[in-house]
């Protein structure tokens, strides 16, 4: 059973928001969490689209509620991560977001334009490995620290 819900400095409940294609990654972050008996919300997204259909409220979805921490993929269909994160900082309401990418991609362009869209970080999956748990850790810790918009 979850028994902590890690809250965003102001006592306010941070929800995940999950973007990434891959259903079995999605699923891994549920499994970090619940192995760390942390009890945040988490929202799933299949695509830079659906995100941002889900946090502005639009296509029939509910908007994902602040404050929220993303997680996004960058190599994925409709619209990758890199064009959601242009649409994200030119949108008024959405630009004050914060994203944390976590990809497969080592691609030094997909680093370097990911930064261009002030990320506040660029983790590579396959460099965490086992070591999951700590991401998982590092972000809790983010969210306690840090004031959140």
Not at 48 to 76: C, F, H, W
Not at 77 to 103: E, I, K, N, W, Y
């Amino acid at each position: 059973m979850l028994n902590q819900r890690p809250e965003a400095r102001d006592g306010r409940a941070v929800t995940v928001l999950v973007v990434d294609d891959n259903a079995v990654d999605r699923e891994g972050v549920r499994r970090a969490f619940s192995k760390l008996k942390i009890a945040n919300p988490i929202v799933e997204a299949v695509d830079g689209l659906d995100a941002l259909e889900k946090l502005s409220g639009t296509n029939g979805n509910e908007a994902v509620p602040r404050p929220y921490l993303i997680l996004l993929d960058i190599n994925m269909p409709r619209l990758s991560g890199v064009d959601f994160l242009r649409q994200l900082r030119a949108d008024a309401m959405l630009q004050d977001s914060v994203v944390f990418v976590l990809t497969t991609s080592k691609n030094d362009e997909d680093r370097m334009a990911s930064y261009d869209f002030n990320v506040a970080g660029y983790i590579i999956k396959s460099d965490v490995g086992a070591g999951f748990l700590r991401v998982v850790e590092l972000l809790e810790h983010y969210w306690k620290l840090v004031e959140l918009p």
